[in-house]
């Protein structure tokens, strides 16, 4: 299940990123908040999975 999310949030960010080289700067801090917000909760989801 954490793998999961770690595969969703790598192609959500690669995603986000390629759009967002083509937005400009705004979007981008926009897309690294995003993405520190999914890192944390695959994070979470790992720490969870190890803990059970």
Known sequence: MSQFFIALTLVLGSLLFITGKKQGLKSL??????????????????????FN
């Open 29 to 50: 801090i926009w897309i690294g908040i995003l993405l520190l917000g999914l890192f944390f909760i695959a994070l979470i989801q790992l720490l969870l999975f190890m």
